[in-house]
């Protein structure tokens, strides 16, 4: 569980929601070349945050299985390996 829960909730949603609009934005065509630039980089930075925190839930969910009776069960990282 997150330290700071509201901190955290909703921090994927918005940076995606963030992302697309660059990216709908950056589509029109109709602003200058060093706002597209700037709106370029805030794009891929916020690429490389959704991507990491989607990876970081890959490996929660991987982590997570179920036994021979059907009990979800946490594999070490050690165990994983």
């Keep these: 569980m997150?330290?700071?829960p509201s901190k955290k909730?909703?921090?994927f949603e918005s940076s995606l929601k963030r992302?697309?609009?660059i990216v709908e934005e950056l589509?029109?065509?109709n602003i200058p070349l060093e706002d597209c630039l700037k709106l370029?980089?805030?794009g891929i930075q916020l690429s490389k945050q959704c991507l990491e925190t989607l990876n970081k839930a890959e490996i929660r969910l991987k982590r997570l299985s179920k036994d021979?009776?059907?009990k979800f069960k946490l594999?070490?990282?050690e165990e994983e390996a």
């Design 19 to 21: 992302l697309e609009a």
């Design 27 to 29: 589509e029109k065509g």
């Design 2 to 4: 997150p330290k700071n």
């Design 40 to 42: 370029y980089e805030e």
């Design 9 to 11: 909730q909703g921090a």
């Design 75 to 77: 594999f070490d990282e």
């Design 68 to 70: 021979m009776e059907g």
